[in-house]
């Protein structure tokens, strides 16, 4: 499955109940109830380690887990996910389904989202002469992201985090200028988008 290295794939159930056991204040009441709506099913199916893949692990990564979780609808919430990232207390790679659709997800100082696949279109590929940087290979996978040179991946990470919300602040200003009907306050409008382009070309 996704190309996974036969020596890696394994089958293991989570069951939500240790989920619940875990963070019994973050999941408790309303928050299980809709932790429970959305999560259907939660599988191990890979396990990425120097015994299996014959890569050097380290200090900071001995094992990238990869976890199906199946869920009940498309309109997950991203803590319920991370909540799952969590539980293992080490790097996990996630591919949420639902239907016939999968979605790569992993958690790196936040939750980070790649697009909704069918399960032809996504291959999971292990690059790198240690588990850490395959590690950071894969982060830069799921968050279409390159790591520039002189940058950390958690330096990238917050760099991406940073245009992707003047990106947001520069569509909402636009949309906001367009609906505008005095001239000055249009005025402004535009060079706050002005300014925030800008920002986003300086970064």
Same mark, same amino acid.
């Given at each position: 499955?996704?190309?996974l290295p036969?020596?890696?794939?394994?089958?293991?159930?989570?069951?939500k109940?240790a989920i619940?056991?875990k963070?019994?204040?973050?999941?408790s009441?309303?928050?299980?109830?809709?932790?429970?709506?959305?999560?259907?099913?939660?599988t191990?199916?890979?396990?990425?380690?120097?015994s299996?893949?014959?890569?050097?692990?380290t200090?900071d990564? !001995? %094992?990238?887990?990869?976890?199906?979780?199946?869920?009940? %609808?498309?309109?997950?919430?991203n803590?319920n996910?991370?909540h799952?990232?969590?539980l293992?207390?080490?790097?996990?790679?996630?591919?949420?389904?639902?239907?016939?659709?999968? !979605?790569?997800?992993?958690?790196?100082?936040?939750?980070?989202?790649?697009?909704?696949?069918?399960?032809d279109?996504?291959?999971?590929?292990?690059?790198?002469?240690?588990?850490?940087?395959?590690?950071?290979?894969?982060?830069?996978?799921?968050?279409?992201?390159?790591?520039?040179?002189?940058?950390?991946l958690?330096d990238?990470?917050?760099?991406?985090?940073?245009?992707?919300k003047? !990106?947001?602040?520069?569509?909402? %200003?636009?949309?906001?200028?367009r609906?505008?009907?005095?001239?000055?306050?249009?005025?402004?409008?535009?060079?706050?988008?002005? %300014?925030y382009?800008?920002?986003?070309?300086d970064?």
């Open positions: 499955m996704f190309n036969k020596r890696t794939q394994i089958k293991k159930n989570i069951y109940k619940y056991e963070f019994p204040k973050e999941l009441g309303s928050k299980k109830e809709a932790f429970d709506k959305e999560i259907k099913k939660i191990v199916i890979g396990e990425i380690s120097e299996s893949v014959n890569i050097k692990a200090e990564v !001995r %094992t990238i887990f990869v976890v199906l979780i199946e869920l009940k %609808t498309k309109d997950f919430s803590h996910i991370s799952i990232s969590r293992f207390g080490q790097q996990i790679l996630i591919v949420l389904n639902f239907c016939k659709e999968y !979605r790569l997800a992993i958690y790196e100082t936040k939750l980070l989202l790649g697009d909704w696949k069918n399960e279109e996504i291959s999971i590929s292990l690059q790198g002469l240690d588990l850490s940087s395959v590690w950071e290979n894969l982060v830069a996978q799921v968050a279409d992201i390159t790591i520039e040179e002189g940058n950390s958690v990238q990470i917050d760099k991406e985090s940073k245009k992707e003047l !990106r947001q602040l520069i569509k909402a %200003t636009e949309k906001k200028a609906k505008e009907q005095q001239a000055k306050k249009k005025i402004e409008l535009f060079q706050q988008i002005k %300014t382009k800008k920002e986003l070309e970064i």
